[in-house]
């Protein structure tokens, strides 16, 4: 039985062993039991499916588009994501988002995708195994100049989470007026491709 379960383990684990920037290509399997941290995690796991195929193969000119000149370009609007991205995986990792510190280096567009992709799936992991007393460790918490500010992790699933779910939306959007549509065989139903006929 022992064995069993360190073969299961090593399956589980080898299932995110791959590149960060392969997560989500398929969402994972869902869990076997309803709890307030999988209902969550499955959230997460969406944002990540859906950011992963709406950002895969993006070109410079799909990067460049901006609907208007009030409007932010996929480029910035992919940089939104990626800090909201950090806002849901410090609130799991009960870290708070710093704003007195200065950010580093800046990263081209492949290493924000697989960094985002890795903060979205490091979050899914740490929820899944949450038990509902510990979603109320996970608050956001901003520094700033003016001080530090609180929310509870109802405000992670109406603020960041679905945020960012918003602003894929319109990545896919922004990527249709370039001509460079969404992978038609994307089923956000199943998390996974269409089988080919």
Same mark, same amino acid.
């Not at 932010?72 to 799991?92: G, M, Q």
């Given at each position: 039985? &022992? /064995?069993? /379960? @360190?073969?299961?383990?090593?399956?589980?684990?080898?299932?995110?062993?791959?590149?960060?920037s392969d %997560? %989500?290509?398929?969402?994972?399997?869902?869990?076997?039991?309803? $709890?307030?941290? !999988?209902?969550?995690? *499955?959230?997460?796991?969406?944002?990540? /499916? =859906?950011? %992963?195929?709406?950002?895969?193969?993006?070109?410079?000119?799909?990067?460049?588009?901006?609907?208007?000149?009030?409007? =932010? $370009?996929?480029?910035?609007?992919?940089?939104?994501?990626?800090?909201?991205?950090?806002v849901?995986?410090?609130? $799991? &990792?009960?870290?708070? #988002?710093?704003?007195?510190?200065?950010?580093?280096?800046?990263? @081209?567009?492949?290493? &924000? *995708? $697989?960094?985002?992709?890795? #903060?979205?799936?490091?979050?899914s992991?740490?929820?899944?195994?949450? !038990?509902?007393?510990?979603?109320?460790?996970?608050?956001? +918490?901003f520094?700033?100049? #003016?001080? *530090?500010?609180? %929310?509870?992790?109802? #405000?992670?699933?109406?603020?960041?989470l679905?945020?960012?779910?918003?602003?894929?939306?319109?990545? +896919?959007?922004?990527?249709?007026? !370039?001509?460079?549509?969404?992978?038609?065989?994307?089923?956000?139903? =199943?998390?996974?491709? &269409?089988?080919?006929?």
């Amino acid at each position: 039985m &022992k /064995f069993f /379960f @360190a073969v299961l383990i090593l399956v589980q684990s080898a299932s995110y062993a791959q590149s960060p920037s392969d %997560y %989500y290509f398929e969402i994972p399997a869902y869990p076997s039991s309803y $709890t307030a941290g !999988t209902v969550a995690a *499955r959230m997460v796991d969406a944002l990540g /499916f =859906r950011y %992963y195929w709406g950002t895969e193969g993006l070109t410079a000119e799909d990067l460049a588009y901006q609907p208007s000149l009030e409007a =932010r $370009t996929s480029a910035e609007t992919i940089d939104h994501i990626y800090e909201l991205s950090k806002v849901l995986v410090n609130a $799991t &990792k009960q870290l708070p #988002n710093d704003f007195t510190k200065s950010e580093g280096e800046v990263l @081209a567009f492949e290493e &924000k *995708r $697989t960094q985002t992709l890795k #903060n979205i799936q490091e979050a899914s992991e740490i929820l899944r195994e949450s !038990t509902n007393d510990d979603l109320e460790l996970y608050k956001i +918490v901003f520094i700033s100049d #003016n001080g *530090r500010t609180e %929310y509870p992790f109802w #405000n992670q699933l109406n603020g960041p989470l679905a945020d960012a779910i918003w602003h894929v939306g319109q990545v +896919v959007s922004f990527r249709r007026a !370039t001509g460079h549509p969404f992978n038609s065989n994307v089923s956000v139903l =199943r998390g996974k491709l &269409k089988e080919e006929k």
